[in-house]
């Protein structure tokens, strides 16, 4: 059971916008960092978004991170095939002095 | 280029010890801290735990399911980080990955930088 809650899957048409959510609590994303992950199938994870809404270099602008409270949020904007991906977001947890993250959303582009 | 080559994965039977290693290049090994990650079998990502950089101290961290069996360390004379298991469980069973990590002051940490991975199967 992961610390931080994600839903297990969401969908949408190529094209349209998605939001995948990730909830937590004072101990983690309410007072720290979030970062969101991509992780294409069979492939090691990739850094999408760091210190709750910068992207790294590369990283298109359709990707977008937000916060608020003990909630995050991964948006995808232009939805490609090649998007399909389990999304994970991670942050510290002050109180287990661990990095926690997500179970991980599956995205399916319809 | 920035490379993390994870390596040392393999079949070991339950209750023995594996060593894990980090051979890393393209970047100044030392100026930063490094963290190990687990995957298991359809699952999703599970820290292991991190040593930061000299200059955060080294401080290392782990995972509540690992601590006081894995050991994480780290060469800056080679540019390698490691990580030594031992008293491995079936649950142990997982891709493990080698990562970059980020510290950029209290609660800000993330991961810019992964290996591919290599597998540990533990059995019984």
């Known amino acids: 059971q992961s610390v931080l809650t994600q839903l297990p899957s969401v969908s949408a048409a190529p094209g349209q916008k998605v939001t995948i959510s990730c909830s937590g609590s004072?101990?983690?994303?309410?007072?720290?960092?979030v970062s969101w992950y991509q992780q294409l199938p069979q492939t090691a994870p990739k850094l999408l978004i760091y210190d709750d809404n910068k992207r790294p270099s590369g990283i298109p602008d359709r990707f977008s991170g937000s916060k608020s409270g003990t909630s995050a949020t991964l948006g995808i904007t232009g939805l490609q095939t090649g998007d399909e991906a389990d999304y994970y977001c991670?942050?510290?947890?002050?109180?287990?002095?661990?990095?926690?993250f997500g179970g991980g959303t599956k995205l399916t582009v319809l | 280029e920035v490379q993390l080559v994870e390596s040392g994965g393999g079949l070991v039977q339950a209750g023995r010890s594996l060593t894990l290693s980090c051979t890393t290049s393209?970047?100044?090994?030392?100026?930063?801290?490094m963290s190990w990650f687990r995957q298991a079998p359809g699952k999703g990502l599970d820290w292991v735990g991190f040593i930061k950089k000299r200059g955060h101290g080294g401080t290392i961290e782990y995972a509540a399911s690992v601590k006081g069996r894995f050991t994480i360390s780290r060469d800056d004379s080679t540019s390698i980080a490691s990580l030594q298991m031992n008293s491995l469980k079936t649950d142990d069973t997982a891709v493990y990955y080698c990562?970059?990590?980020?510290?950029?002051?209290?609660?800000?940490?993330?991961?810019?930088?992964w290996g591919k991975g290599t597998t540990v199967t533990v059995s019984s």
């Open positions: 004072t101990s983690n994303i309410g007072n720290n960092d």
């Open positions: 991670g942050t510290w947890d002050s109180s287990l002095s661990a990095l926690v």
């Open positions: 393209g970047f100044t090994f030392g100026d930063y801290g």
């Open positions: 990562s970059r990590l980020r510290f950029l002051g209290a609660g800000d940490y993330y991961i810019d930088v």
